[in-house]
């Protein structure tokens, strides 16, 4: 059973930056594409960027282009999500996910393995 543990939420002003880690364990094979998701109060869970197994191609949100970087170290079965010039609109629980595939997915049903989430604020 795959599990999935997020960290490096918090509370950051608009404008600020904050990284988030998902440490990823009890694969059978490595390195499956990944994502991260977000979900704000009284919304629904929406994607927010993702990344092949490789590392060389990854997707994003149009909301978060430019702003957000997702990467990955695969020796230490870890990925990141670099979240700069942070606005309140970014607020939600971040969730990172596991797709057990090869290949970039961007559609929540394509995940099959959850973190717990992490708490992500901005305030203005």
């Known amino acids: 059973q795959v599990q999935l543990v997020e960290s490096g939420g918090g509370l950051v002003q608009a404008g600020g930056s904050l990284r988030l880690s998902c440490a990823a364990s009890?694969?059978?094979?490595?390195?499956?594409?990944m994502g991260w998701f977000r979900q704000a109060p009284g919304k629904e869970r929406e994607f927010v960027a993702a990344i092949t197994w490789s590392g060389a191609s990854q997707h994003y949100a149009d909301s978060v282009k430019g702003r957000f970087t997702i990467s990955r170290d695969n020796a230490k079965n870890t990925v990141y999500l670099q979240m700069n010039s942070l606005k309140p609109e970014d607020t939600a629980v971040y969730y990172c996910?596991?797709?057990?595939?090869?290949?970039?997915?961007?559609?929540?049903?394509?995940?099959?393995?959850w973190g717990q989430g992490t708490q992500v604020s901005v305030s203005s």
């Open positions: 996910a596991d797709t057990g595939k090869w290949y970039l997915c961007i559609e929540e049903r394509d995940y099959i393995y």
């Open positions: 009890g694969r059978t094979f490595s390195s499956p594409s």
